[in-house]
C-alpha cells in the first residue's frame, strides 16, 4: 500500500487548471487523525504542503484506506461521506469540486 504522502502527491499530479480558474482554497487533509496535508489551490495553481492548516476552506478527515480507494477510483468521494467514511468541515460544497480539479 502507498504511503498517504505518495498518494497525496499523485493526486496532486493530477491537479486541472482550468478546473481552478475560479477558486482561491485551502483543503486540508486528515488522515487517521494524525497525518495533516494540504492542497493550496489559486490563481490556477495547486500547492501540496506536508503538515496542519491554520484556516483551511474545507477539512476531509478519512482513513488512510479511504484515501487510497477514493484515490484509485474503489471508492466514490460522494459514497465515502455518505456512508461516514470520510468526514468533512468547513465548506463541505467545495468537496465536491474535488472530481473536477483532481479526478476523485
Known amino acids: 500500500m502507498s504511503t498517504v504522502a ?6 496532486h499530479g493530477r491537479f486541472n ?3 481552478a480558474a475560479d477558486l482561491d482554497v485551502v483543503f486540508q487533509f486528515c488522515i487517521d487523525d494524525d497525518a495533516f496535508f494540504t492542497l493550496k489551490v489559486a490563481d490556477k495553481q495547486c500547492e501540496l504542503i506536508e503538515g496542519e492548516y491554520d484556516d483551511p476552506t474545507v477539512t476531509l478527515k478519512m482513513s488512510e484506506e479511504t484515501l487510497s480507494q477514493v484515490a484509485n477510483g474503489e471508492l466514490n468521494g460522494m459514497q465515502a461521506f ?7 468541515e468547513g465548506n463541505i460544497m467545495l468537496a465536491t469540486r474535488l472530481s473536477a480539479l483532481f479526478g476523485l
Open 6 to 11: 505518495e498518494i497525496l502527491n499523485a493526486i
Open 17 to 19: 487548471p482550468e478546473a
Open 82 to 88: 455518505m456512508t461516514g467514511k470520510l468526514k468533512a
